[in-house]
């Protein structure tokens, strides 16, 4: 089938009223949004967003220079916009915790009065505008609460995934100073408790950890914990002591509001600063129309808070417009199958987000847990993490969404801040697999890598740069300027470079075809190799190791790792698991490599240059695609791994 056939009409009933309708009016906001950007995005900031005092500049910078700034001279404070504004007997959130009868609906009001006690807390545990705060929080309202808190005083919150072991929560900690940790007793994903306190323990042991000087710990299990005398605090405890009113701190659009680490094809992680006004309406302004939301109905991001996709569309966009957001504190396959569906009906949502790799993981217990439940209340499905297969996108819209529902697929970074290339409802036709447009603001461009020249038209495929700046972008990487402009200004000078690979098709539709340095997309969770490689070289018996991304049905990517051990003989039965264990202590659980082998050596250039071309080859068991390995500087190895890999996969 070729690609023009392949696209699928928007569902009528879906968009009958929808922001934006048809193509047409899609391509001339679109143009509008780019070329006239002053007037466009000045009169979205002005009707999105309450401001303290309005700004006169709309965009000051570029990206050549590094040093784009939003409304620059405009002050507002995000925790406002995303809470005071709304009528109080609105319902904000609706969570749902491990069981699926134990739900809470907080209203705008609540959650309002909670964030202000905790702003209060927070000062007076002397966190000041510009301070740091680290989360390490589970899927609870409070952890909305805190983020919110944070806003509200101007302190700049570091969410750390409750999956991170001790070790990557330490490096974080030490990288953005943070003063304060908020986190709770333990965790709950069915049924499994998560040691979330013990592990805050363990990595603020360590002296480079000392700039914190205390902890709140919300109780969601009550479970047993150690506690430190005069640093840690029970959440409640704190908070019940404060006012539930706090006056927010007139804060500069480009003040930072959040710092989040995400994995580059370096060892170390990078803190992506983002802005307060720009990310805010980025966010509120993307959630609005790619789910085309309307007030008064419930939406749900099922990720987690510890990545961008629960930043973005649990908590700002959708909470700055005014929406009822679902916080989802469980698994998909909890208690069954259905759990999502189950979520759908219970709670009537009209959009629902997710991953491909959820998606896929459940395509497996076939289409009866789905059809279990009403779904009739769905509108809008989503897609976020990575490329979704045809195969999965049409289970999901024609098994989960019954052909009446608009599958958006949307492509976007931790870097963007919101949505960057996705269809729209009631917009355009959609294409399996495809992530079709560019948002509005969003002006894609495709690069020959070699070459670095624009390669315009249809029938192209090469790396995806962003021609122009746009609200969400993040500003630097907290501490490492130069390595922001280095990773994503200066590749292509001019334009944002995103890391990956893009075809555009005879319809000018955007296929994303994946990451083109070494990050690994694995569940949706991006990974560096490099990460995974430092963390194997910390067991004692590996000298060298090297990882490559391979597929995987359900996960997307799969790790496989090689290692060069110190002593051969060292190679005993318990060698891998304790190699794995080496892995989840530095990173945490889920940059577990599936396959390691061990090996005597790796193939390298005669500059010393490890080919991952040829060990992603062999990984994947498609060794007799090798390609040139003439420059290798001992080519007798390849047969060796070819040997090794067979028999272990
Ligand atoms: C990938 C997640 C194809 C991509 C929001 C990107 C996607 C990386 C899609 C960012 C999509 C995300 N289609 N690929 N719809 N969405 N990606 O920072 O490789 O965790 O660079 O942000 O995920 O991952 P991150």
Redesign the pocket.
Known sequence: MSEEDQLTPIPERAVANAHIRGMHNYLSTWEKSVDETDAFWGAEARAALDWIVPFRTVLRGSLSGGDVAWFPDGYLNVSVNCLDRHPASRTAIIWEGDEPNDVKHITYGEALAATCRLANALRTLGVRKGDRVCLYMPMVPEAAYCMLACARIGAIHSVVFAGFSAEALRARVEDSRCKVVLTADEGLRAKKVIKLKAVVDKALEAEECKCVTAVLVYKRTGGAIDWKEGRDQWMSEAMEKERPFCAPEVMNAEDPLFLLY?SGSTGKPKGMMHSSAGYLLWTAFTHRYTFDYHVGEVYACVADIG???GHSYIVYGPLCNGATTVMFESLPTYPDAGRYWDLVSRHQIASFYTA?TAIRALMKYGDAPVKKHDRSSLRVLG??????NPEAWKWYYEVVGEGRCCVV????????GGHM??NIPGCQPMKPGS?SLPMFGVRPMLVDPQAGVLLEGNHKEGVLCIGQPWPGIARTIWGDHARYLDTYLKPYPGYYF???GCRRDGDGYLW?T??VDD?L?VS???LGTAEIESALVTHEACVEAAVVGIPHDVKGQGIFAYCILKDATEETADLIPSLKAAVRAAIGGLATPDHIICTPGLPKTRSGKIMRRVLRKIACLEADQLGDTSTLADPSIIPLLIEKVEKAL
């Open positions: 995400t990545w961008i996709t491909p897609s976020v993490g990575e490329p979704i697929d949307t492509f976007w970074q931790t870097e963007t290339i996705t992530a995103t890391g990956d994303i994946g990451r990050v997309n949706g969770h991006r």
